[in-house]
């Protein structure tokens, strides 16, 4: 157990739906970072805050967006789904910002759409 | 951009043999390497660490290479056993030299230790 949640851990919704999944870091850690892990494009960086700021941005589609709030847990908004939005969303937590950190990952969220 | 290739997809070797593992990268020059492990259906584990100026880290039977002149970063397992059977990521810092945290991986090699 990395001490990271993630809910929900599945969810199946329709094509131009709107989603939220939301993600509690380790205890102490500032950093949340989101991926997408689908077969063919393998784990991309989508998103990283720290302490509540936004510090970097990968491949992050536009009907996407993310937060991170006070309490240092995340959200991570996905709107106008498309059937290629399927994938395992994953949140990492680190205690700093840097690359040298450990990221701890979440057991994942599995995004179905129909 | 930055591309990472790991060097194949699925790799087969039977228990008590060493397992190598190979992660290329172009157009880049990371300060820090990364190995995780991934079973299937759970997040990403780290094993270790390597940074630019270092060639060699050892972990127990975990031993990672990282050579900046062949852009090339080899993990071995040495004495693997069924149990290591899993796929494992490599993976860059996302750039200024590594201030901004994010990882750029690979797509990974599953590997399969046979008994």
């Known amino acids: 157990d990395s001490g990271v949640t993630q809910t929900p851990k599945h969810l199946i919704t329709a094509t131009g739906q709107r989603v939220t999944l939301r993600c509690s870091p380790r205890s102490g850690d500032l950093s949340v970072y989101w991926y997408q892990q689908s077969l063919d494009q393998g784990l991309q960086f989508l998103i990283h805050?720290?302490?509540?700021?936004?510090?970097a941005k990968g491949n992050i589609l536009e009907r996407f967006s993310a937060q991170q709030f006070p309490d240092l847990h995340s959200e991570l908004n996905l709107s106008s789904l498309e059937l290629g939005d399927s994938a395992l969303y994953f949140c990492?937590?680190?205690?700093?910002?840097?690359?040298?950190?450990?990221?701890?990952f979440g057991p994942g969220t599995r995004l179905t759409v129909l | 951009s930055q591309k990472i290739e790991q060097n194949s997809e699925a790799l087969n070797i039977q228990e008590g043999k060493t397992a190598t593992l190979t992660c290329n990268y172009t157009n880049y020059s990371p300060a820090y390497l990364q190995w995780y492990r991934q079973d299937p259906g759970r997040g990403p584990v780290f094993l270790l660490l390597?940074?630019?100026?270092?060639k060699e880290k050892r972990k127990e039977r975990l031993k990672v290479t990282f050579d900046t002149t062949l852009k090339q970063s080899l993990f071995h397992i040495t004495a693997s056993q069924p149990a290591d059977s899993a796929t494992y990521l490599c993976?860059?810092?996302?750039?200024?030299?590594?201030?901004?945290?994010?990882?750029?991986f690979g797509k990974g090699t599953k590997l399969s230790v046979k008994p």
């Open positions: 990492a937590s680190s205690r700093t910002g840097y690359s040298t950190d450990t990221q701890y």
């Open positions: 390597i940074r630019e100026n270092e």
């Open positions: 993976a860059l810092d996302g750039g200024y030299g590594g201030s901004q945290g994010n990882l750029i």
């Open positions: 805050y720290y302490n509540g700021e936004e510090r």
